[in-house]
């Protein structure tokens, strides 16, 4: 069956996106791209694991000298974070 009306691949996206309420989700995801952009590599290197869950960011570090240093900055970082990301999608941030 054919419609009378095509629209584009990022028109179906933005609608599957808008109707499943993905977006939250997808800024969540994001936000772990934009972690590895602010810390750079020494930091990254050093993480072992991070997601986010509920507007909650968790940061696991294998070096007990930057988890120091990053328990310092934690609201400092939530801010970049949030800033980069365009919105308030990290409200917390533990680091492991």
């Not at 990053?70 to 680091?95: H, P, T, W, Y």
Request: proline share 1%; hydrophobic share 45%.
């Amino acid at each position: 069956m054919r419609r009378n009306k095509t629209i584009t691949v990022g028109e179906a996206l933005a609608d599957l996106i808008k109707e499943y309420n993905l977006a939250p989700k997808l800024r969540e995801a994001s936000v772990i791209n934009i972690w590895e952009d602010l810390t750079g590599k020494v930091i990254t290197a050093r993480t072992k694991k991070i997601y986010v869950k509920d507007g909650v960011m968790h940061i696991y570090l294998t070096s007990a000298v930057v988890r120091n240093e990053l328990m310092m900055l934690r609201e400092s970082l939530r801010r970049q974070v949030n800033l980069k990301a365009g919105g308030d999608v990290i409200r917390e941030i533990v680091v492991h």
